[in-house]
């Protein structure tokens, strides 16, 4: 249990957070990791995505009347925190290359006489002497150091400059560090401790649960029908797309222009301008769909994100829940849909495997001997990465509830139903998976399929791979299956009235449950696993998923809780905000959220004070926009006799 500081009341740091961010209750941990910054006692800080780390380390500096440092590897995010920041009326400032000399020499000047709370720095940047100077002339007495999974090899995200954050600790030895992170195994947590040498370090891990979503995992027959339609069941709402390849989002995003939606494509490969220009669109909310690699998404804030697809399985669990944490920030409804074949496993490995070995050739590396590779040997890594694939393979594959894999995935355990208030409208486990709400229909007669399939992979004798097998099995007839004279096979046309596309899905979903075995190179064969033949025989059921059928049974999402006229109101607001944003030209959540804007449809303050209690509304937000958004309110409800509210709100968020 860590020591209670007795020198700040519970109320003072209230007051701040009301004040500067206009939120009446702190959640779990915030406290605590805020009393460990006050104390300049170390902490490793784990929260979810949207959980509220940034005020964490954004409220010491407050109270303490001193600046303290931010790390972060994203400087593309500091100018939206920075701005944010002062738009409450917060004194931040980021130190990074995108700014010219006399803006920095402007900054550094500021900092020195004390006029900033909080300083951001690339981990690169922080390291330079220059800056190390400027610190120790400040006499920095705090670090936060976000995304601090950075540092572990282990992590999803490793990236050499941080390991050089450990240098802080010498070069400072009487400051404290605080390390955030949204996803980190123990082991990870672990090694994050060690790297930075925290010292009796406090450590507070949040639920990685997110019950405001809901996942779904679909066989993949058809990615660009699928996408429709996810995306029909999303009218009008904001939706990121994942995809492996560049060529996949620009394929993607084209189509689906050509069914009359609006998507664009984004990804790393595009000149810089053009990027910008989608992602502004997107941000500043005149666009809402994005099909993008996973180069999308570091630098967006938008928090009414209601949908997230991955058009293609990720290569961890890690990756899943970092970019799947982007939908839902605003803490409303939103789904998450992964589309999903065993092949995405084996294009992984085989992608991996291929860059590991140009990163190899390229530092030098020969090809290995008997006893393996050197250290530091790009090639070593892979059996990790493997790993972190198997992990993400079984979460996909298996028919067990999304939020309880991925939060036992992160070491916690999970009690369905608790997180949504113990389930009192009577659903099955956490009410918010494919699983749970029973949408996955199995097939029957899975075991007959299961047989055919098998048995037709051994009458190819296991040297083909799993387009050939499904050709066969489909009574394909072409030249290919006539050359190795297939056509002769009493397999061939065993599944003659199914698509092939769905026989495909059952050979990944047999790959799932090892009863086929694909061997990787260049060609990918496939052979039967160690269980097959108990299957052949009879002795053992099968269970596949039927792919046609896997639907979603809730089909519109309630993802605001507005009905009427106050849906009405909150529509009316949301024009007013993103006016108000178009005028000064920053994104629309810079303005207010969507947890405000729906927070003042339900509440609709009778007074101009009385919008003091709306959830995000700090004193400079009040002044900057309390009275447009009050007067909205009132002519709306005057026109449509709707009543006020003198109360001070019911929080929201
Ligand atoms: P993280 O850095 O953990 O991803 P953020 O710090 O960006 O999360 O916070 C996510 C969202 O939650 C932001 O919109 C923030 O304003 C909001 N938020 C944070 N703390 C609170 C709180 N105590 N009450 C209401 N909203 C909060
Ligand atoms: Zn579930």
Known sequence: MPQISHTWSTQSIAQVVKEYWGFGTLREHQERAIRAGLDGRDSLVVMPTGGGKSLCYQVPPLLLERAAIVVSPLISLMKDQVDGL???????????????????????????????????????????????????????????????????????????????????????????????????????????????????AVLLVGRCDRPNLTYRVVPRTDVQKQTLDVIRRHDNQAMIIYCLSRKDTERLAHWLCTQGVDARAYHAGMDATKRRRVQEAFSTERLDIVVATVAFGMGIDRSDVRCVVHATMPKSVEHYQQ???????????????????????????????????????????????????????????????????????????AAVCRHKSLSEYFGQAYEP??????????????????????????????????????????????????????????????????????????????????????????????????????????????????????????????????????????????????????QELFEVLRTLQRAIARERGVPPFMVLNHASLIDMAMVRPGTLEGMFGITGIGRAKHRSFGRAFFEAIDAFCEEHNMTRSNEPSTQYA
């Open 86 to 200: 002062n738009a409450c009326g917060y004194p931040a400032a980021a130190l990074n290359s995108t700014l010219d000399r006399v803006m920095q020499d402007e900054i550094e000047e500021q900092f020195l006489r004390g006029e900033l709370r909080l300083l951001f720095l690339a981990p690169e940047r922080l390291l330079t002497s220059r800056t190390l100077a400027l610190l120790k002339e400040a006499h920095v007495t705090s670090f936060a150091i976000d995304e601090a999974h950075c540092i572990s090899h282990w992590g999803h995200d490793f990236r050499p400059e941080y390991r050089r954050l450990a240098e802080i600790r010498s070069y400072f030895p009487k400051a404290s560090l605080h390390a955030f992170t949204a996803t980190a195994t123990q082991r990870v947590q672990h090694d994050i401790v060690e790297q930075l040498g925290l010292r009796d």
């Open 323 to 397: 970019e799947t944490g982007r939908a839902g920030r605003d803490g409303l409804d939103a789904e998450c849909v992964l589309l999903y074949t065993g092949a995405d496993g084996a294009k992984w490995r085989s992608l991996l495997t291929q860059s590991a070995r140009r990163e190899a050739l390229d530092l030098g590396y020969d090809e290995p001997d008997e006893g393996g590779y050197s250290p530091g040997d790009p090639r070593a890594a892979l059996e990790l990465q493997f790993e972190h694939l198997r992990d993400m393979e079984g979460f996909a594959s």
């Open 417 to 566: 139903g608790e997180e949504r208030g113990g389930s009192p409208c009577g659903r099955k486990g956490c009410g918010a998976c494919d699983v749970c709400l029973d949408e996955i229909t199995y097939m029957e007669g899975g075991t007959v399929i299961a047989q055919k399939i098998l048995s037709c992979v051994a009458r190819v004798e296991q040297r083909f791979g799993a387009a050939h097998v499904a050709d066969v099995l489909v009574g394909r007839n072409s030249e290919r299956i006539r050359q190795f004279r297939h056509d002769q096979l009493s397999t061939h046309g065993l599944m003659k009235d199914t698509p092939k596309a769905a026989v495909r899905q059952y050979i990944e979903q047999l790959i799932a449950q090892r009863l086929i075995v694909r061997d990787e190179g260049e060609y990918p064969t496939l052979r039967l696993g160690n269980e097959a033949w108990a299957v052949l025989k009879g002795e053992q059921e099968v269970r596949l998923i039927e792919v046609a059928r896997t639907r979603p049974r809730r089909q519109q999402q309630e993802s605001i809780a507005l009905e009427g006229a106050e």
